[in-house]
């Protein structure tokens, strides 16, 4: 499985988004949320998401197998 890094400035992709919209800019992570925006959404516009819906490149999900996410800790 491919390692997942999620800190400020990384562009990433959500699980199911469509190929036409742009990849989201990660804003900051806390415990189990990211909040992400869009490079064209003004500066107070923005998504909180939880982590186990960003999408991880090369990773082969069947619906038997699971996932598990390392902690994330904000680093100031």
């Known amino acids: 499985m491919p390692a997942l890094t999620l800190r400020c400035g990384k562009f990433i992709r ?3 988004q469509p190929h036409d919209l742009p990849d989201f ?3 900051q992570c806390r415990g189990d ?3 992400i925006r869009q ?3 003004g500066p107070h516009v923005q998504l909180q998401v939880k982590v186990t819906q960003v999408e ?3 990773a ?3 619906f038997k197998s699971r996932i598990s ?3 994330l800790i904000l680093v100031d």
């Open 14 to 16: 959500l699980k199911g």
């Open 25 to 27: 800019v990660v804003l």
């Open 33 to 35: 949320r990211c909040w």
């Open 39 to 41: 490079q064209s959404w």
């Open 56 to 58: 991880i490149p090369g």
């Open 60 to 62: 082969a999900i069947s």
């Open 69 to 71: 996410l390392p902690n």
